[in-house]
C-alpha cells in the first residue's frame, strides 16, 4: 500500500511547517493501542497513521505520494526491536503533475511502543527530512569515521592497499590503519593517490569496512563501487560517536561497522539505523 493524494485547501486551523523543518509529534490516531495479524497488515496501518500525520503537519502540500519502505524483513515477533521505520515522501505540483521535491519521513519509536496487545501509536514520533539535512547527516557521519580529516571545500581523498616496506611513518600519504578486535591485531597500510574529488554526497556508500563512490557505469549498464577511504574497523560490542550534535535532530551520531544510531541525549536512548537503510537513502537522493 501507498498513499497518493490530490488535496483542497485545508483548513487554516492546521500546523504549518516551513520548508525543510523537521517536525516532531504526536500522530493522527483514533485508538492508541491497535493490533495487527500480519506484517501486511502492520504495514498499512504504518502507513495510514504517518499519512495522516504528513496531512495534519504539511498542508501547503496537495498532492504527494507516502510509502513504507524497510518492514520486508521484519517479523513481528522482531518489531520490538525496530527503533525506526523508513518513509518516502515525494510531492508533485497539482497542476502540472511534476516532482517537487523528495523527502525521506523517519518515525522513531519509543520503547514498549510494540507489545504483545499491539502497537502503541503515541510512543512514535515522526521527523520529515530534506535531502540537504540528510547530507549533514553523511557529513557528520564521515568526518566521525574517517582516519583522516575531510576537507569538504578541497574534496574527498582516496587510498589504495600498500605495504609495511612503502610505508612512511611521517608522510600524510601514507595510512596505518590499527584494529584490535576481541584480542585479534591487524595492521593495514595504505597510500594515497594524492587525488581529491569533490563528489556529490548522495554518491558515497558505507559497507562497514570503507568509504565507497558509487556510479553508474552506462558502458556496462551496472553500479559500480570504488574504494575511496579505509575506515578502522569498531565492532559489533564497539561504538564510536561523533564530536557534535546534528543540528537538525539535537542527536549525537553512534555506531560501529554495522550500524549508524542517533543518540538522542535528552532521552537516553539509540535510535538504529541500519547501514542497508542509509545506503538506501542515498540511492534515493543520488
Given at each position: 500500500?501507498?498513499a497518493i493524494l490530490l488535496l483542497h485547501n485545508l483548513s487554516g486551523h492546521a500546523q504549518k511547517n516551513g520548508t525543510g523543518?523537521?517536525?516532531?509529534?504526536?500522530?493522527?490516531?483514533?485508538?492508541?493501542?491497535?493490533?495487527?495479524?500480519?506484517?501486511?497488515?502492520?504495514?498499512?496501518?504504518?502507513?495510514?497513521?504517518?499519512?495522516?500525520?504528513?496531512?495534519?503537519?504539511?498542508?501547503?502540500?496537495?498532492?504527494?505520494?507516502?510509502?513504507?519502505?524497510?518492514?520486508?524483513?521484519?517479523?513481528?515477533?522482531?518489531?520490538?526491536?525496530?527503533?525506526?521505520?523508513?518513509?518516502?515522501?515525494?510531492?508533485?505540483?497539482?497542476?502540472?503533475?511534476?516532482?517537487?521535491?523528495?523527502?525521506?519521513?523517519?518515525?522513531?519509536?519509543?520503547?514498549?511502543?510494540?507489545?504483545?496487545?499491539?502497537?502503541?501509536?503515541?510512543?512514535?514520533?515522526?521527523?520529515?527530512?530534506?535531502?540537504?539535512?540528510?547530507?549533514?547527516?553523511?557529513?557528520?557521519?564521515?568526518?566521525?569515521?574517517?582516519?583522516?580529516?575531510?576537507?569538504?571545500?578541497?574534496?574527498?581523498?582516496?587510498?589504495?592497499?600498500?605495504?609495511?616496506?612503502?610505508?612512511?611513518?611521517?608522510?600524510?600519504?601514507?595510512?596505518?590503519?590499527?584494529?584490535?578486535?576481541?584480542?585479534?591485531?591487524?595492521?593495514?597500510?595504505?597510500?594515497?593517490?594524492?587525488?581529491?574529488?569533490?563528489?556529490?554526497?548522495?554518491?558515497?556508500?558505507?559497507?562497514?569496512?570503507?568509504?565507497?563512490?558509487?556510479?553508474?557505469?552506462?558502458?556496462?549498464?551496472?553500479?559500480?563501487?570504488?574504494?575511496?577511504?579505509?575506515?578502522?574497523?569498531?565492532?559489533?560490542?564497539?561504538?564510536?560517536?561523533?564530536?557534535?550534535?546534528?543540528?537538525?535532530?539535537?542527536?549525537?551520531?553512534?555506531?560501529?561497522?554495522?550500524?549508524?544510531?542517533?543518540?538522542?541525549?535528552?532521552?537516553?536512548?539509540?535510535?538504529?539505523?541500519?547501514?542497508?537503510?542509509?545506503?538506501?537513502?542515498?540511492?534515493?537522493?543520488?
Amino acid at each position: 500500500m501507498c498513499a497518493i493524494l490530490l488535496l483542497h485547501n485545508l483548513s487554516g486551523h492546521a500546523q504549518k511547517n516551513g520548508t525543510g523543518a523537521v517536525v516532531a509529534g504526536g500522530v493522527f490516531a483514533a485508538a492508541s493501542l491497535i493490533t495487527f495479524a500480519s506484517i501486511d497488515q502492520m504495514q498499512e496501518g504504518m502507513e495510514q497513521q504517518a499519512t495522516e500525520w504528513f496531512l495534519a503537519n504539511h498542508p501547503e502540500e496537495r498532492l504527494f505520494r507516502l510509502k513504507i519502505r524497510n518492514t520486508n524483513a521484519v517479523k513481528m515477533s522482531d518489531l520490538s526491536n525496530v527503533s525506526c521505520l523508513l518513509y518516502t515522501v515525494y510531492t508533485y505540483n497539482p497542476e502540472t503533475r511534476k516532482l517537487k521535491d523528495k523527502w525521506i519521513l523517519l518515525s522513531f519509536h519509543s520503547r514498549g511502543w510494540v507489545n504483545d496487545n499491539g502497537i502503541n501509536f503515541q510512543n512514535i514520533s515522526y521527523y520529515l527530512v530534506s535531502k540537504q539535512q540528510w547530507e549533514e547527516f553523511i557529513k557528520l557521519w564521515i568526518e566521525t569515521i574517517s582516519p583522516v580529516t575531510i576537507d569538504w571545500e578541497r574534496g574527498i581523498p582516496s587510498y589504495k592497499k600498500s605495504n609495511e616496506k612503502k610505508f612512511e611513518p611521517n608522510n600524510t600519504d601514507f595510512l596505518k590503519v590499527e584494529n584490535n578486535i576481541d584480542g585479534t591485531r591487524t595492521i593495514d597500510y595504505y597510500e594515497s593517490d594524492r587525488e581529491y574529488v569533490k563528489y556529490p554526497t548522495a554518491t558515497l556508500r558505507f559497507n562497514g569496512k570503507s568509504i565507497l563512490h558509487s556510479a553508474f557505469n552506462s558502458a556496462m549498464g551496472i553500479q559500480e563501487e570504488t574504494f575511496l577511504i579505509p575506515l578502522v574497523k569498531v565492532d559489533g560490542d564497539t561504538y564510536i560517536r561523533s564530536n557534535k550534535k546534528l543540528t537538525f535532530l539535537d542527536s549525537y551520531l553512534v555506531g560501529n561497522e554495522k550500524t549508524i544510531c542517533l543518540f538522542k541525549a535528552d532521552e537516553e536512548r539509540l535510535i538504529q539505523l541500519d547501514l542497508d537503510m542509509v545506503n538506501y537513502i542515498q540511492n534515493l537522493f543520488d
